[in-house]
């Protein structure tokens, strides 16, 4: 008996490896490599490392993080481990600037460095931890990328299951979203710009696990099909968009999840921004990764400055290219190249100009079979391969692009179809057309065709060349493309080059840009909670205080606009300033949006926090009060109707300069209008309408400007205000910053605060406020994710749980693969001495790394 079963567990295990060897061969043959390209694959270091993010250092180093939590580089064919014990970095990014690797792991936003450089990471630097996790194992976090400023941003993937999914309104769909937001900004991009930073930009993504800053800092993400995604794509992200998807909305001020529920999917549609480019499922993707610039100048091949994207299901690697129709992006994608050994997430442009790509089978089954590859994709200089080179539309049609001189003309088969909206998992093609091609036209040099169909806006058109051949008879090794239409050409273009102001980076925006979303209204909080009295070491901007005459204060302290701009006497740092403002009532309608009320607070004589009534008084939204004109919307509209006082209250940082004159450092600012927090560690991008120039302190300055009456009170600043220290009980808490945000004089000195935590952990952890973090408060805080971490409500956390192999198994004393909630707590309790950095039995302000 025993022999026979051995036998049959033989011929089970010759089964298995003759499978995986045909699996194999059956991928290389059916590979599709582009005619000059070659696809290598690199071996990886010993042990259980499934990659999850690359990157390359301008030396050539590769770096990459793995799914068990460990980044490693690769240098002269030699592996060397550079960090562990993380969890679940989804892509890293290395900035030459300081020296240093930053990953996204699934709590945080983490920064690595090698301070001693040994080749090993000794610092593990939380740079924001501002959004949340529930501990459901899809709460994914993914990025960073990076602007031209160095500003990071990462996507955050919905939970795939929670209390709080959002239905569509029947009978448009069916049955429930299955996506849900189960802790803050899930659904969201965010931008961190420094440590303790975390500024959220668009809402409505599902599974956004693809995103991609392009040369000319824009940022774009790609997002899975599924509920309210009828098809994978690819977004064009602009500040303040929603994208479509309704259980990230309640992280909006004019948002809660009653109101989303009552709303259906109509509503949302009128809300919602498109793709620029539908991925069709099957024939491109399924699960598409990062998008990637090809900025090779030429060493990839014909196809300088499109944008690659592999597929982890697919295991391909297919190309898109997106322009401007009528201001906004659309674009096309063709297929490039299949037959990778696993499955595409992540990719990388070496100095070499080689495409490496991070592949991934594990969770995700993808075509190339394997749990885990890294390969990458190399042109040979010199081959042109026959293949679609681009396509754009035209008024009446399209104009196709081929690499090589066409030999036979093929007319093109053209069909057309959209995509329903709704919460059903994925939507089908719809009113599927094939259409009538006309005009059919081939250019003198034979690479490009032009050809006119009835065109009809919101639809992709899939548009086939079956058996195009070029003048050596190579066909197309991948012969359709698919264009996604939302808008067609307008009737009159635009003028080449010609724009609305200058492109604000990362934003997607343009100064003053009309179509930008508005901030959304809150209630202002009391006048009186919004008076605030002078503190003693306050100047008090009295009439002694100002340089123009025609600004006159009166007996109650009131100070009208008068004519021409009002400055300081004395010049002016870091500071904290508050002011107090109202404006005139007014009911013509000639003296509306930029003309009701209008002034201007210029910080250091430069930059403006625009004051403009923005009550029931619609303009531009970077032109709205408590806006830094021109540039950065505020986060809400706070204002109050006019004729009723409202206040701004300022913190703000002097830019620093190089002796050369170049920016280190912007102007940074964070404000509260009538008590609510509207520029948040703002990034200043230069005076109004002009960069930076090198300069010291400079007054304060009141503007000038045309429009209806408005007046002035209560106004004092604080000198050399240390913005840095100042800034976590400014922004923190509205009603007791006046007594954070200064040093005391009184003989309790304030206590310094605790940066060797992030801020917002520091806030939960001491509880009773006193800056101090004992062992019991740090085992406390743990203790509260227990419960929510524990799904199943066993009592124990498994590696489902508790997603961090190595972390779990330290602590699991049992050794039964769980972590009983004694095992999680002691696990932590031993962290605190590696926090209590000077023994002394607290966590405080001394404890530095």
């Known amino acids: 008996m025993n022999s026979i079963a051995t036998k049959h567990s033989l011929v089970r295990l010759w089964l298995t490896v003759a499978t995986l060897y045909i699996s194999a061969l059956v991928l290389q043959v059916n590979a599709q490599i582009p005619a000059g390209y070659k696809l290598e694959t690199v071996e990886l270091p010993k042990g259980a490392l499934t990659i999850l993010g690359l990157c390359h250092k301008p030396d050539g180093t590769l770096a990459v993080a793995t799914w068990e939590g460990e980044v490693w580089e690769y240098k002269n064919e030699v592996w060397t481990k550079f960090a562990e014990n993380l969890m679940e970095p989804n892509g890293?990014?290395?900035?030459?600037?300081?020296?240093?690797?930053?990953?996204?792991?699934?709590?945080?936003?983490?920064?690595?460095?090698?301070?001693?450089?040994?080749?090993?990471?000794?610092?593990?630097?939380?740079?924001?931890?501002?959004?949340?996790?529930?501990?459901?194992?899809?709460?994914?976090?993914?990025?960073?990328?990076?602007?031209?400023?160095?500003?990071?941003?990462?996507?955050?993937?919905?939970?795939?299951?929670g209390e709080f999914t959002v239905p569509d309104g029947k009978p448009i769909g069916k049955g429930g979203g299955n996506m849900a937001y189960t802790a803050p900004w899930r659904g969201w991009i965010y931008?961190?710009?420094?440590?303790?930073?975390?500024?959220?930009?668009?809402?409505?993504?599902?599974?956004?696990?693809?995103?991609?800053?392009?040369?000319?800092?824009?940022?774009?993400?790609?997002d899975n099909q599924g509920d309210w995604v009828a098809d994978c794509c690819l977004f064009h992200v602009r500040e303040g968009n929603f994208y479509g998807h309704p259980a990230s909305l309640p992280a909006r001020a004019d948002f809660t999840k009653e109101k989303v529920l009552s709303m259906t999917a109509a509503d949302f549609d009128k809300m919602r921004t498109p793709p620029a480019i539908w991925f069709p499922r099957e024939a491109i993707a399924n699960s598409p990764g990062s998008p990637i610039w090809d900025t090779t100048g030429g060493k990839f091949g014909p196809f300088e400055n499109q944008i690659f994207i592999g597929d982890q299901r697919q295991s391909n690697y297919f190309r898109c290219e997106v322009e401007k129709v009528d201001g906004e992006y659309q674009g096309w994608c063709v297929d490039f190249l299949r037959g990778t050994t696993s499955g595409p997430v992540k990719m990388s442009f070496d100095p070499a100009g080689r495409l490496w790509s991070a592949q991934v089978g594990r969770g995700w089954f993808s075509k190339g079979g394997k749990r885990t590859a890294l390969q990458y994709a190399e042109w040979d200089g010199e081959t042109i391969p026959f293949a679609i080179k681009s396509a754009s539309l035209t008024k009446t049609g399209f104009e196709v692009e081929f690499t090589r001189p066409i030999d036979n003309e093929i007319s093109p088969l053209v069909k057309s179809y959209h995509y329903h909206y709704y919460s059903t998992y994925g939507s089908p093609p719809v009113d599927e057309q094939t259409l009538e091609v006309a005009n059919y036209q081939v250019a003198k040099d034979r690479k490009?065709?032009?050809?006119?169909?009835?065109?009809?806006?919101?639809?992709?058109?899939?548009?086939?060349?079956?058996?195009?051949?070029?003048?050596?008879?190579?066909t197309l090794d991948f012969d359709t493309l698919y264009y996604t239409a939302n808008q067609l050409r307008p009737a009159k273009e635009p003028r080449a080059g010609r724009n609305v102001g200058w492109s604000l980076v990362g934003s997607s925006w343009s100064r003053n840009d009309k179509r930008r979303p508005l901030p959304p209204v809150v209630e202002p909080l009391p006048v009186e909670a919004c008076t605030l009295a002078a503190p003693a070491e306050a100047t008090v901007l009295d009439a002694s205080q100002w340089t123009n005459a025609n600004?006159?204060?009166?007996?109650?302290?009131?100070?009208?606009?008068?004519?021409?701009?009002?400055?300081?006497?004395?010049?002016?740092?870091?500071?904290?300033?508050h002011l107090e403002f109202r404006f005139d009532p007014s009911d013509d309608p000639d003296w509306a949006a930029q003309l009701y009320g209008n002034t201007g607070v210029f910080l250091m004589s430069g930059y403006e926090l625009q004051v403009v009534n923005s009550y029931q008084n619609p303009t531009f939204a970077d032109g709205h009060c408590a806006s830094i004109y021109g540039q950065h919307p505020p986060l809400v509209n706070a204002c109050r109707p006019p004729g009723e006082w409202q206040s701004y209250d300022i913190l703000m940082k002097a830019p620093e300069f190089a002796d050369d004159g170049s920016v280190v450092e912007p102007l940074r600012v964070t404000v509260f209008h009538n008590g609510h927090l509207v520029q948040n560690d703002t990034w200043v991008y230069g005076e109004v309408g002009k960069p930076y120039k090198a300069h010291g302190k400079r007054p304060l300055m009141l503007q000038d400007h045309k429009g209806t009456g408005v007046s002035f009170r209560n106004l004092w600043i604080v000198p050399d205000i240390d913005y840095d220290h100042a800034l976590p009980g400014f922004r923190r808490n509205f009603d007791s910053a006046p007594k954070r945000f200064v040093e005391s004089k009184s003989n309790q000195p304030e206590v310094e605060p605790i940066t060797i935590l992030p801020a917002n952990m520091v806030k939960d952890m001491d509880t009773n406020t006193d800056r101090k973090i004992t062992v019991e408060e740090f085992v406390s805080y743990r203790e509260r994710q227990f419960g929510p971490r524990d799904k199943n409500k066993d009592g124990l956390l498994d590696t489902d749980e508790f997603p961090s192999p190595n972390a779990l198994k330290s602590g699991d004393q049992d050794g039964d693969g769980k972590l009983s909630k004694p095992e999680y707590l002691n696990m932590f309790r031993g962290q605190f001495p590696n926090v209590d950095i000077n023994a002394d039995g607290v966590i405080d302000s001394s404890d530095k790394r």
């Open 92 to 161: 890293i990014y290395y900035d030459e600037k300081e020296d240093a690797y930053y990953v996204a792991q699934k709590p945080e936003l983490t920064r690595l460095t090698d301070i001693n450089k040994d080749g090993v990471c000794d610092r593990y630097e939380c740079i924001t931890d501002a959004f949340g996790i529930s501990g459901e194992y899809h709460e994914y976090h993914y990025g960073p990328v990076v602007d031209s400023l160095g500003r990071k941003y990462a996507s955050l993937n919905l939970a795939a299951r």
């Open 191 to 222: 931008r961190s710009d420094r440590p303790d930073h975390f500024h959220p930009l668009a809402s409505g993504f599902r599974s956004p696990c693809g995103i991609g800053m392009s040369p000319d800092d824009e940022l774009f993400i790609t």
């Open 448 to 474: 490009t065709v032009t050809f006119d169909i009835p065109l009809t806006a919101g639809k992709v058109y899939a548009i086939q060349f079956p058996g195009q051949a070029d003048h050596d008879g190579v």
């Open 551 to 577: 600004w006159v204060v009166d007996d109650q302290g009131v100070m009208p606009r008068g004519k021409g701009n009002n400055s300081t006497k004395q010049e002016y740092g870091n500071a904290r300033i």
